[in-house]
């Protein structure tokens, strides 16, 4: 599959944690090249936004102009648009690129800096006329008109309900025939969410030009979006940034090796040699003979019964096994759900060593028993 280029038009933040440096990040750790079109310069830390200076409209287009005439264009992520007047530019200008659009409707920073007036907000609608999908959180949706109206315009909507009160966060896609997916997860808490929603549209932006459709980026960019706010560094004194980085291994190809178990005999032994080789260990369960290690780059390392496997991460499962079975591979076991919150399908290779292709999200690294520390 060749590199996806994704064309981001949005506003730089000095303290890296949303707005163009995000998206980037984003971008980058999921496998696309990330073009910018910079339509303002703020002044913003984990505290607040302290100024905003938005580029010129024609600059914004000269950007844009430039990109799209050599590299190209495979998907556009639209975040902070600087002013009205851009705005209006930007959604003539997407009329000729022809590449599915996310508008993230950027209006308040994390902190509560305002990075929209009321003028930009209104023709944030020209602009959702060109979009494949929408990214309001729940005051931007009530600040563009709310569910009801934007549907009957013909805007799908991806509603994100990290405002409501409650221990889960329900996000919502929805289309003028009614809502089509929605996704539910224990809330993260967490001061560390800057660049939260940059993030979400950034990666669901990547995923349509990979050619995955709605609800597959929808879905792998939200347990992108979680595994960086399980990352987060823990920089600066307010709502700091998120961990891009460090979410690897755990979303990307359609098949990644990223887990692989060794058989134990000795646990408490076993488990002490790998900590003191210098693994991270995130999972400790001596009843079940069991633990899991972390590596620096996202492997992890399972002690674990009395033989080895090698375990290869599938972002669609049930359709790989069933592809791998029509061109004649035998499988032990059926893709199953497994209490440890993975889907999990085995077969064995013709030496007898023992494989899993299996599907874990965040669990693979940040199960509920996850060891703190």
């Known amino acids: ?21 995000a998206d980037i990040r984003t971008v980058t750790m999921l496998g696309g090249h990330a073009m910018t079109a910079i339509t303002a ?30 590299i190209g264009v495979d998907a556009v992520k639209i975040g902070m648009i600087g002013s009205a007047q851009t705005a209006l530019a930007v959604a003539e200008r997407l009329e000729t690129i022809g590449a599915p659009v996310v508008v993230d409707p950027v209006m308040v920073a994390s902190s509560g800096g305002v990075l929209a007036d009321a003028e930009t907000v209104e023709s944030l609608h020209e602009l959702m006329g060109w979009a494949f999908v929408t990214t309001p959180n729940l005051p931007e ?30 996000d919502r896609l929805v289309g003028p025939e009614g809502e089509i997916a929605r996704w539910e997860d224990p809330r993260i808490e967490t001061e560390d969410t800057h660049g939260t ?11 349509l030009g990979q050619g995955l459709d ?28 998120m961990g891009h980085p460090s979410v690897r291994l755990d979303l ?41 290690f972390e590596t620096p780059g996202g492997a992890t390392l399972s002690l674990h019964g009395d033989a080895h496997a090698i375990y290869l991460e599938c972002d669609d499962l049930d359709a790989r096994v069933a592809a791998l079975q029509s061109i004649g591979f035998a499988f032990d076991s059926e893709p199953v759900d497994q209490s440890w919150g993975w889907r999990e399908a085995w077969l064995v290779d013709p030496a007898g060593n023992r494989i899993c ?14 060891v703190v520390g």
């Open 41 to 70: 310069i703020t002044a913003q830390n984990t505290l607040g936004v302290q100024g905003v200076h938005p580029v010129p409209t024609e600059m914004v287009l000269a950007q844009i102009d430039s990109v799209v005439s050599d």
């Open 252 to 292: 990307g190809p359609a098949m990644r090796f990223n887990q692989a178990s060794v058989p134990v005999a000795d646990y408490a032994a076993s488990r002490d040699f790998y900590e003191e080789l210098g693994l991270r260990l995130i999972v400790d369960s001596p009843g079940n003979n069991y633990a899991r």
């Open 197 to 207: 929603g940059c993030t979400l549209a950034s990666a669901i932006a990547t995923g």
């Open 1 to 21: 599959m060749s590199t996806p280029r994704i064309l981001i038009i949005a506003g730089s933040d000095s303290g890296g944690g949303a707005g163009i440096q």
């Open 214 to 241: 709605l609800p597959e980026a929808i879905a792998r960019a939200r347990t992108f979006v979680r595994l960086a706010l399980k990352d987060a560094p823990g920089l600066g004194g307010g709502h700091g940034p």
């Open 141 to 170: 949706l009530e600040a563009l008109g709310g569910e009801a109206e934007l549907t009957a315009r013909g805007e799908m909507l991806l509603i994100k309900g990290g405002h409501a009160p409650g221990a889960t966060v329900i």
């Open 357 to 370: 292709l299996f599907s874990a999200g965040e669990y693979r690294r940040y199960p509920p028993w996850r």
